[in-house]
């Protein structure tokens, strides 16, 4: 039965690692109910790198329902265990079709069904099957399933991201990016209505480059030498967009970044009481 008005969904970037667990552990516990739906960027939960069962599990507990992924969604070789036993944990849609996993889904939220496409850029990354085409069968695909569809674009090239939206804008009811880990400030409406932000940004330490430690880093790009990249820890930040999606159209109808700080925790929490109390 389809009783309201606006679903609001909250979509996290890249959540890395423990200090970024922790942190969406912390909003979530406070503020899950104000979202009709909760979906993540989940390819680098598992100390920086993949997806294990028992994290899944945790975000599961915290009130995420779709998993989004990315270049480094098979890291972990668990993954293979259960991924096709999951049918909210996907992998970029682009992959060959004999990958593990799925691309897309489709979940009903208060008789609404809600499709999720999950796809990487080819620019500076794996030369995968074009993202365009393969956005144009599962958008066709979906057509039929689904009131309305997001898509996560997990790239590298902001170009990319952009025009891979402004081709599916009015087709798709929004495109997030994730991948790069930082935060873009170009939320909004493209002409033909579909919400978009390039980057969602990513859940992690704070002090971090991109969720991992400085001294690995350095060693590589100062260095020039190869060196393991360690997760960051220390206060961590939460970031993602919450997309508001009018059930009577079927459209979107504003794309807000969210961010939640653990180093300003009395501050942000405050905001966020008092965001949810007047929308
Ligand atoms: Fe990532
Ligand atoms: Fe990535």
Known sequence: MNTCRFLRILFLGDIVGAPGRRVVGKFLELFK???DLIIANAENTAHGFGLTQKNLDELKSFGISVFSGGNHTFDRKEIFNFIDNEPYVLRPANYPPSTPGRGYTVIEVKGYKIGIINILGRVFMEPL??????ADNLVETLKNDSDFI????????TAEKMALANYLDGRVAAIVGSHTHVQTADERLLPNGTGYITDMGCCA???SVIGMA????LNRMVKQLPSKFEIAEGVAQMCGV???IDTS??????VKRVRFNEANLDEDTAY???????S
Do not use: M, R
């Open 242 to 244: 919450e997309i508001t």
């Open 214 to 217: 400085l001294p690995g880093v």
């Open 150 to 157: 997001i898509l996560d674009i997990h790239a590298e090239a």
């Open 272 to 278: 966020y009481l008092n965001y949810f109390k007047q």
């Open 249 to 254: 159209s079927k459209t979107c109808t504003a």
């Open 129 to 134: 099957e074009s993202p365009f085409l393969v």
């Open 205 to 207: 330490a704070y002090n």
């Open 33 to 35: 109910d104000n979202f």
